[in-house]
């Protein structure tokens, strides 16, 4: 079945420790996206890729980074410069044209920082 | 930076009607609609493009003015299955780049 994978569901770090979520889709996606989901604040954005080897920043990139070296994958670091990096971590993608087609959500990773 | 949607939380008895407006102050190239039920993630219902072209849901239905740069999201004879945070998407383009960003959703709450 095709869809996104995220990993792993949920996470937990120590204050200062970098830490990387993974996300991997194999519906032969050109874009992906990373969002933050926080109560009361909706889904915002981090990251996104358009195409292979190119991505650009969100509303709130800070503290955040990411690689896109193949299609399939678009995985998020948090580092230990985000100042408050425990949420709910959504990874994304979508076909279609860059303005048109439906995004396809994974499970999402519960980062918590102890 | 998000659209603003409105209102944040409505509660409705089964079989009523609710609308969902969303607003930009940036030109949109298409407005999403998704669905997000606690604990899961948000599900795809309706797209809308520049030039009024509408994909998605049967039963729920939107408008996209492009002048005023707003969408509503229509729900009739709302059923219980419906309740959910609601969230529009607008993508809004940036060069070569189109982003896609977000409202702070609007729960909806529907009871028997």
């Known amino acids: 079945d095709g869809g996104i994978t995220q990993s792993p569901k949920y996470l937990f770090r120590k204050e200062g420790q970098n830490v990387t979520l993974s996300c991997e889709q194999n519906?032969?996606?050109?874009?992906m996206y990373w969002y933050r989901q926080d109560p009361g604040q909706g889904l915002r954005l981090i990251y996104y890729?358009?195409?292979?080897?190119?991505?650009q920043k969100g509303d709130i990139a800070e503290g955040y980074s990411v690689s896109r070296e193949k299609k399939e994958s678009f995985p998020l670091t948090v580092t230990s410069a985000q100042k408050n990096p425990t949420a709910f971590y959504l990874c994304a993608s979508k076909t279609g044209t860059p303005n048109t087609g439906e995004l396809f959500f994974g499970e999402g990773s519960r980062l918590t920082v102890l | 930076q998000q659209p603003v949607q409105s209102p944040q939380a409505v509660i409705l008895r089964e079989g009523e009607d609710a609308v969902i407006n969303c607003s930009s102050s940036k030109a949109l190239y298409s407005v999403h609609w998704y669905r997000q039920k606690h604990g899961e993630a948000p599900v795809f219902l309706m797209i809308?493009?520049?030039?009024?072209e509408q994909k998605g849901h049967e039963k729920i239905s939107a408008s996209f003015n492009e002048k005023k740069q707003q969408s509503s999201l229509y729900l009739t004879a709302s059923q219980l299955s419906y309740s959910g945070t609601y969230f529009c998407g607008r993508t809004i383009r940036g060069g070569s780049n189109y982003k896609l960003t977000f409202g702070k959703g609007t729960l909806l709450t529907v009871n028997p």
């Open positions: 519906l032969n996606h050109d874009a």
């Open positions: 890729s358009q195409i292979v080897n190119d991505f």
């Open positions: 809308l493009l520049k030039g009024g």
